[in-house]
């Protein structure tokens, strides 16, 4: 059972009807991923650098159109080795102290994405929205030049796709800035920091193993715009879009459990 915040004024939840989108990581080479179609609504797919090559991308766009999932690139560093969740772009333009240049990234994106958009050619299918992927969807939330060229990269790709980035970000006001519409994206299966940052992987605690606990921090999101933190204390989150990973051990028990709970709150799930 929810509770109310005890370290702030009660928060009024949100009546139905309403509307939000669980969206998943696709497409990452896990056996999973047919399980977890028939539930979302939207799917972030691999475009090749941090995992997954033509032929994944086109049983991803065959799945997403089977089961009417709006279809989104997840372009990555290329970082097939560490997955994609290490930051190795320079710290700034010109620094030149990590494996990838603030130069490269702008064509890099733009390849990608291009990529999955053509294989929605192949199809018939229109591609939807793009969500940077890991290491790189960190940094663009705090780092206004990343947010930029990403938001940048996407436009020049199709003005009319929508970005998926961490709720309340910069990379936010880089779409803004951009004229593309943003989603705030939450996430079921990961643990928050007191500004509002993903806990990294690195350290303890970053993931979110327990039903109970997963479900309640989605519903408090959801219903309560806000979450609470490894600290204890809630901060405010617009919950646009609902997030699981693909590749966690969690993803298909999950999925479902959201999904049910929310058909339960009279809470539709829909792409935006």
Known sequence: MLTG??????AVALKPPFTVDLNCDMGEGMPTDPLIYPVISSANIACGAHAGDIDTMRQSVRLSLQHGVAI???????????????DILESRPGAGDQLFSFNALADHLIAQISALKSVCREFGARLHHVKPHGALYNRAAKDSAVSKIICESVGAVDPNLIIYGLSGSLTSKAAAAAGLRFVHEVFADRTYQADGSLTPRSGPFAQIHDPVTMLNQVLTMVRYRKVRTMTGMFIPMTADSICLHGDGEDAVNFASIIRAALRQHEIAVNAP
Do not use: E, I, T, V
């Open 72 to 86: 989104g690139a997840h372009p990555s560093y290329p970082d097939k080795a560490g997955f994609g969740r290490s």
């Open 5 to 10: 915040d005890p370290f702030s004024a009660p």
